[in-house]
């Protein structure tokens, strides 16, 4: 099944990542929303566990080893083309997270990572949904330590 045009909803997988009241924010590599900037995360694999697939997509985007958390919340994320047929339809579990290791360095596609102070994420070009995320990571206590 493609990401593309699907014919049923993909699953993906997101961390709110926060630490010293900063969180990790990633700037996407690809459609939908390429350019913008949004959570670590990405289409959960055939067989992969939710945590494992934070983990892993937080890995390859950040270069960090993460514990996820408590679950945020799930969303969708429903894209039209300028014809009306749906392009993109992602259901998107999100987790708060700790960073446990690594360091942080931009990978596979994500051209750029942040740490950013969590007051200040709102002036990032932030993907739909990701400033509402933020703020219920702020509503959990900000860092889990």
């Not at 009306?84 to 690594?102: K, M, Q, T």
């Amino acid at each position: 099944m493609g990401r593309t045009y699907p014919g049923s909803p993909v699953v993906a997988v997101s961390a709110a990542v926060v630490e010293e009241g900063r969180i990790l924010l990633v700037k996407r590599g690809r459609e939908p929303a390429k350019g913008q900037w949004s959570l670590p995360g990405g289409v959960l694999e055939l067989g992969e566990t939710l945590r494992d697939g934070v983990i892993r997509e937080v890995r390859e985007e950040t270069g960090l080893l993460v514990e996820p958390g408590p679950l945020l919340g799930v969303f969708e994320n429903i894209v039209r083309d300028r014809w009306g047929e749906i392009s993109f339809h992602y259901i998107l579990v999100d987790y708060w997270a700790c960073r446990v290791g690594g360091t942080t360095v931009a990978g596979s596609d994500a051209p750029e990572v942040a740490w950013v102070p969590m007051d200040r994420a709102w002036q990032y070009d932030l993907t739909p949904g990701t400033a509402r995320v933020i703020e219920m990571a702020q509503s959990a206590g900000g860092d889990h330590e």
